[in-house]
């Protein structure tokens, strides 16, 4: 089945406490992204990337980073996370000029 | 500063009924636009999308109109569904290539009243 895997997806962690959200999709895509949803901001996106090794920041960078070392893969990394940092977030992928097919979605919440 | 956004946060319709969702955006450089839909504890899906070289199109029981005169984007569902009670998004494409930089609106929850 063609999809894109997220884990975990449900988070609890501490301040401070490094953490990665893996996310994987099966489909050969080029583009993956990362957004987060928060009540009444909707999906804002935090990085992309448009193929292995290229990767560039979405409108809400602050605080995160991530790599494409493989096409498939895409981790979300927080090296040191922070309660504003408490959402849901969304990794997806896509063919150039398609849209994205996105995963389940990660509850993150930072205490 | 330049927005995709939505007319209406909330939509009721009765079973059977067509539906219309509404969409405003201000980039008037946007080429690419998709509408997805979002229900409770799912990832946004994608329903159909729409480049701005075309004013209508149709899918099943959906169809999306680009007004770009007055930069408005519609969905319009057909013979509205218990399983089309949800929250739609539409979503614009930034992007400098291709798809990239989606940006999405707030969204509207539309809930079908059997």
């Known amino acids: 089945e063609a999809q894109v895997t997220q884990n975990p997806r449900y988070l609890i962690t501490v301040t401070g406490k490094k953490l990665t959200v893996t996310c994987s999709q099966n489909?050969?895509?080029?583009?993956m992204s990362w957004y987060r949803q928060d009540p009444g901001l909707g999906l804002r996106q935090i990085y992309y990337?448009?193929?292995?090794?290229?990767?560039d920041k979405g409108d809400v960078p602050e605080g995160y980073k991530v790599s494409r070392k493989e096409k498939r893969n895409f981790p979300l990394i927080l090296e040191s996370p922070s309660p504003n940092q408490t959402s849901l977030y969304f990794c997806?992928?896509?063919?150039?000029?398609?849209?994205?097919?996105f995963g389940s979605g990660t509850r993150l919440t930072v205490v | 500063g330049e927005s995709v956004g939505l007319h209406l946060p909330t939509l009721s319709v009765q079973e059977g009924d067509n539906s219309i969702i509404n969409c405003a955006y201000s980039?008037?450089?946007?080429?690419?636009f998709i509408w997805y839909k979002q229900e409770s504890g799912k990832g946004p899906q994608f329903i159909i999308d729409?480049?701005?070289?075309?004013d209508k199109r149709q899918g099943q029981r959906v169809t999306v109109l680009l007004n770009k005169t007055v930069k408005h984007l519609s969905l319009q569902i057909a013979a509205t569904q218990p399983g089309d009670s949800a929250v739609y998004f539409c979503?614009?494409?930034?992007?400098?290539?291709?798809?990239?930089?989606?940006?999405f609106g707030t969204g509207t929850r539309l809930t079908i009243i059997p």
């Open positions: 997806a992928s896509s063919f150039p000029g398609g849209g994205y097919t």
């Open positions: 980039n008037s450089a946007s080429d690419y």
């Open positions: 979503a614009e494409n930034r992007g400098r290539v291709g798809n990239e930089k989606l940006t």
């Open positions: 729409i480049r701005s070289n075309m």
């Open positions: 489909m050969n895509h080029e583009y």
């Open positions: 990337s448009m193929n292995v090794e290229v990767t």
